[in-house]
């Protein structure tokens, strides 16, 4: 699948087969914990290799927390959406302040600015659980996809696809993540 987004063309990689992301022929191994170079290119090679597996498992993962707690994902989604768009807007206004803002401007009532504080901070511990399932839901891929990545050994097909397409892997999104991160993969 190709997408065409300003110029850029976004190549999905394949989805590999269950029998090779966990079942029969996967092989997995702890890494050596004292070769952190070793480790960290079969974490990056397994990302490029199976990056659409782990997104379909991430996907998974996320739903089926949803589906066992959707009142409180979509609590805790909100509250954590307003937060943020609360600090971003109260450091915009204080960035614009600091600027060089008009002496005649308007300041904030600081009564209604400390309640508005501290019924939000009730609000947020009355739906602490909330927001903790959400960073479950939404950690726990990440976590599973790094334990998979790390004890997950890299077989014949794998080599082999990875030093074919090195020099395309800024194409896919899992490549973009990784050159952004500046952890390119070398060429084997």
Do not use: C
């Not at 890299?154 to 050159?179: D, Y």
């Amino acid at each position: 699948m190709t997408t065409n987004q300003g110029g850029s063309n976004l190549q999905l990689a394949p989805l590999r087969s269950i029998n090779d992301f966990l079942l029969d022929s996967a092989r997995f191994q702890l890494p050596n914990f004292q070769d952190f170079e070793k480790w960290g290119n079969r974490v990056v090679k397994n990302l490029l290799y199976y990056q659409t597996n782990y997104f379909l498992m991430s996907a998974a993962v996320f739903l089926l927390v949803g589906l066992i707690h959707p009142y409180k994902i979509v609590l805790g989604v909100s509250i954590i959406l307003a937060l943020v768009y609360v600090f971003i807007r109260f450091f915009a206004a204080e960035a614009r302040r600091s600027v060089g803002a008009v002496s005649g401007q308007e300041q904030p009532n600081k009564w209604l600015v400390l309640g508005g504080v501290i019924g939000g901070g009730y609000l947020v511990l009355f739906l602490f659980d909330a927001v903790l399932i959400v960073m479950f839901a939404v950690l726990l891929p990440f976590s599973l996809t790094f334990v998979h990545a790390s004890l997950r050994l890299r077989n014949i097909k794998n080599k082999i696809t990875n030093a074919i397409e090195i020099v395309g892997v800024k194409q896919s999104p899992m490549g973009q993540f990784l050159e952004a991160m500046n952890l390119m993969p070398d060429a084997i």
